[in-house]
């Protein structure tokens, strides 16, 4: 287990992964009912963008950074609701020059918790899930677990509460990956066909990507997709996330959003319904 998130930290796949995983949060909490989360590959919990991993690769740079550098007019709701939750975030550590602590998904789970809501964040790596046990250091409404987040879908699900959001955000290290993620996926949805489910995964290899897609149907299923214009050598050009049983308004959330970040983003970014192909926006 070798990656290390902090090297990646608010790049483009984190602002739309991110922008997905706010929209979702507060669409799922404004009804009157409590809601589980589950994040079963959660990270550090945040990152410093202006020192180590973070600053050796500048990821964020082309991403998250240039995002908050532009003027909020004209900006779709949902966009202008993620870089709040972003600056919040930042807030925390005293105002500075621009951006420099970036929020994981499971600082962005925690914001838009309401009382009686409960939230597992699971990870593997016993560095990061020590730094995220730092993170949520005596916050009783966080249980952070040093375990394997494919596992925990099987412990947790169904949860009592009856209402969930699941995201899943593997680090893809293995080949085998989309493998495990469409069994652990299978047995969740056997146990929990009602939850909504964010699945993030790297657009690599398009054949693997497909039979992963096999593996939703009969799901009512929304594929978010970015994939960069330039390329640089090595690093990754395209991904994308499926959302299983999307609540009522994220689409539309979401078809406004991404072609507004085509241009800061320098990507190409399209959305699919179902399994009906449209292609994404120039
Ligand atoms: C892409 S990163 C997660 C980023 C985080 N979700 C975010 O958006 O801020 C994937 C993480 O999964 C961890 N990991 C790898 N295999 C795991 C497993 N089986 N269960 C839980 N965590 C795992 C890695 O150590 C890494 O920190």
């Known amino acids: 287990?070798?990656?290390?998130?902090?090297?990646?930290?608010?790049?483009?796949?984190?602002?739309?992964?991110?922008?997905?995983?706010?929209?979702?949060?507060?669409?799922?909490?404004?009804?009157?009912?409590?809601?589980?989360?589950?994040?079963?590959?959660?990270?550090?919990?945040?990152?410093?963008?202006?020192?180590?991993?973070?600053?050796?690769?500048?990821?964020?740079?082309?991403?998250?950074?240039?995002?908050?550098?532009?003027?909020?007019?004209?900006?779709?709701?949902?966009?202008?609701?993620?870089?709040?939750?972003?600056?919040?975030?930042?807030?925390?550590?005293?105002?500075?020059?621009?951006?420099r602590h970036y929020p994981g998904s499971p600082r962005l789970v925690r914001a838009a918790l309401r009382p009686g809501d409960r939230f597992?964040?699971?990870?593997?790596?016993?560095?990061?899930?020590?730094?995220?046990?730092r993170e949520f250091a005596g916050d009783r409404a966080?249980?952070?677990?040093?375990?394997?987040?494919?596992?925990?879908?099987?412990?947790?699900?169904?949860?009592?509460e009856r209402r969930g959001l699941v995201m899943i955000d593997p680090p893809f290290e293995k080949t085998d990956?989309?493998?495990?993620?469409?069994?652990?996926?299978?047995?969740?949805l056997r146990r929990f066909a009602t939850g909504c489910y964010a699945i993030w995964y790297p657009i690599k290899d398009e054949e693997a990507v497909a039979a992963f897609e096999e593996t939703l149907a009969g799901f009512k299923v929304l594929i978010l997709e970015a994939r960069v214009n330039v390329v640089a050598e090595g690093k990754l050009g395209a991904c994308g996330i499926a959302v299983i049983n999307p609540p009522w308004t994220f689409q539309e959330a979401m078809a406004e959003s991404l072609p507004w970040l085509a241009a800061p983003l320098d990507a190409r970014l399209g959305l699919r319904s179902g399994f009906s192909v449209s292609s994404p926006t120039a």
Do not use: W
């Not at 990956?177 to 969740?188: D, M, N, P």
């Open 177 to 188: 990956e989309f493998e495990t993620l469409s069994r652990g996926l299978k047995h969740a």
């Open 120 to 133: 597992v964040a699971c990870e593997l790596h016993p560095q990061e899930a020590l730094s995220l046990k």
């Open 1 to 99: 287990m070798n990656y290390r998130h902090g090297y990646h930290a608010g790049n483009y796949a984190d602002v739309l992964k991110h922008l997905v995983l706010v929209e979702l949060l507060r669409l799922l909490t404004a009804k009157d009912k409590k809601l589980f989360v589950l994040d079963t590959h959660s990270g550090a919990g945040g990152y410093d963008l202006a020192a180590g991993p973070a600053m050796r690769t500048r990821e964020a740079e082309a991403g998250i950074r240039r995002l908050m550098a532009m003027p909020r007019a004209g900006m779709p709701a949902a966009v202008v609701r993620y870089l709040a939750a972003v600056a919040a975030y930042d807030r925390k550590f005293g105002r500075g020059e621009g951006l």
């Open 142 to 160: 966080v249980e952070v677990r040093q375990a394997d987040g494919y596992h925990a879908l099987k412990a947790l699900l169904p949860p009592v």
